[in-house]
């Protein structure tokens, strides 16, 4: 399967603050996905976007697929932002493989 | 309606014990998976079924055995689970298996311990 690499691994923001999370990706996909897994562990669905961008609110996510990397932006963060993001991907096969994460702590 | 559904939430249960994990969806989705979860570890794909049928096993032990009884539903028989099982478990569905603009939707998921 793919090889998916996140960066950061750990973020620290104070509230209001803008983020920047890095997801690389080994191979050419067809499926790249966002998710957010808040503290009670349910995997939030943030963006399907394997090329192109797509803003949702305070978040905007782009995807470079000829240079195989995706960024998720977090603009004016707030304490219900903190969690683990995970970025995830797949070519042409059924398997959905998943970066190792990046945990954002968002402090008041 | 985007809602993947788990039961029980929280299952705590005895190495000799059997016991079942619940999944169900109503998005007309014809893929559903079963993931385990570590702490502080992405999901790792056990099982995956399509149109009711088991497509993938990612060389579970035996002591996990999944079930599709319509397209509906997907249950997780555990039986003699040993205390290494403990995890985070998620079930997700997608349209289809392969192909396409494909979004996997997750579930809450069930938080096991074996004891």
């Known amino acids: 399967g793919i090889q998916v690499e996140q960066s950061p691994p750990d973020l620290i923001l104070q509230e209001g603050a803008n983020s920047t999370l890095r997801c690389n990706f080994s191979d050419s996909v067809n499926n790249l996905q966002w998710f957010h897994q808040n503290p009670w562990g349910q995997l939030i669905n943030l963006f399907y976007i394997p090329s192109g961008t797509k803003q949702n609110g305070r978040l905007s996510a782009t995807t470079v697929a000829t240079e195989r990397y995706s960024l998720l932006y977090i603009s004016s963060s707030q304490t219900t932002d903190s969690g683990v993001y995970f970025c995830?991907?797949?070519?042409?096969?059924?398997?959905?493989?998943f970066g190792a994460g990046t945990t954002v702590t968002v402090r008041a | 309606d985007t809602e993947v559904t788990q039961t029980p939430k929280h299952l705590v249960m005895g190495m000799t014990n059997k016991k079942s994990l619940k999944c169900e969806q109503h998005?007309?989705?014809?893929?559903m998976y079963w993931y385990k979860q570590k702490a502080k570890k992405p999901p790792e794909l056990m099982f995956v079924?399509?149109?009711?049928?088991?497509?993938i096993n990612e060389s579970v032990p035996s002591r996990f055995s999944p079930e599709c009884p319509n397209s509906s539903l997907l249950n997780l028989h555990l039986h003699a689970l040993q205390p290494e099982d403990s995890a985070l478990y998620l079930c997700a569905s997608s349209q289809k298996l392969v192909g396409g603009a494909d979004t996997q939707y997750f579930g809450p998921g069930t938080r096991l311990t074996v004891l």
């Open positions: 995830a991907s797949r070519s042409n096969d059924y398997k959905l493989s």
């Open positions: 079924y399509s149109y009711e049928k088991l497509s």
């Open positions: 998005m007309g989705h014809r893929a």
